[in-house]
């Protein structure tokens, strides 16, 4: 069982953590326009092949594990500064096969 530490934080750790959270903010941020423009580059491919493009599912399933941990870090959830200051996450759920449209 992991101990808790009961020293509060410094001002200092405080303030570091909140420079680095306005940082994973804008981070967060740019990944929303990626997903959007995933999601759009997704339906755009399934309304001409109709068929989802599978490398676009797998990088859109890693992009959702990164956007959950920027939001656990930001939320104070999560203590482990994500990428680029840590490996970037794996997925976190299996997608599913197959794709179904009802």
Request: aromatic residues 14%.
């Amino acid at each position: 069982m992991e101990q808790i530490e009961n020293a509060q934080p410094g001002r200092r750790d405080i303030a570091v953590r909140f420079l680095y959270s306005v940082l994973y903010f804008v981070i967060f941020e740019l990944v929303k326009t990626v997903v959007q423009l995933t999601v759009a580059v997704q339906y755009v491919l399934l309304f001409t092949t109709r068929k989802p493009s599978e490398p676009l599912r797998r990088f859109s399933n890693r992009v959702a594990a990164y956007a959950c941990r920027l939001l656990r870090y930001l939320t104070l959830n999560e203590n482990l500064r994500p990428f680029p200051f840590s490996d970037f996450p794996p997925e976190l759920e299996p997608m599913e096969f197959p794709v179904t449209f009802r």
